[in-house]
């Protein structure tokens, strides 16, 4: 079973920089597409970013394309999430998730299925 451990959010101004780690453990030898959700309150959880380990394709949702950057992290089974030029907007809890197999898009969103592993959550707080 896939276990998730998040790190790196806070609190920042409009404007500032935070990095979102996600430590992966308990894989198999399947590759799995990993990413990240947010969900603010009284909205949706919506994914972010996602990536498949060696396909070389990313997914962004259209609101951090150009401000968020996706990338494996330095230490194996570790995704990082990069987040710049931070909005209020983008204040939400951030949740690592992790599933089996390619990214699935439907309707042009980044998707997961109950099969998929969820991190705590992080939360990350934009000021104005």
């Known amino acids: 079973q896939v276990h998730l451990q998040e790190s790196g959010g806070g609190s920042v101004q409009a404007g500032g920089s935070l990095r979102l780690s996600c430590a992966a453990s308990g894989y198999a030898d399947s590759r799995y597409c990993m990413g990240w959700f947010r969900q603010a309150p009284g909205k949706e959880r919506e994914g972010v970013a996602a990536?498949?380990?060696?396909?070389?394709?990313?997914y962004y949702d259209d609101s951090v394309k150009g401000r968020f950057s996706i990338s494996e992290g330095n230490a194996k089974n570790t995704v990082s999430l990069q987040m710049n030029s931070l909005k209020p907007e983008d204040t939400a809890m951030y949740y690592c998730?992790?599933?089996?197999?390619?990214?699935?898009?439907?309707?042009?969103?980044?998707?997961?299925?109950?099969?998929?592993?969820w991190g705590q959550g992080t939360q990350v707080t934009v000021s104005s």
């Open positions: 998730v992790a599933e089996r197999g390619a990214c699935v898009q439907i309707s042009g969103r980044w998707t997961v299925d109950d099969s998929a592993a």
């Open positions: 990536f498949y380990p060696g396909a070389g394709a990313t």
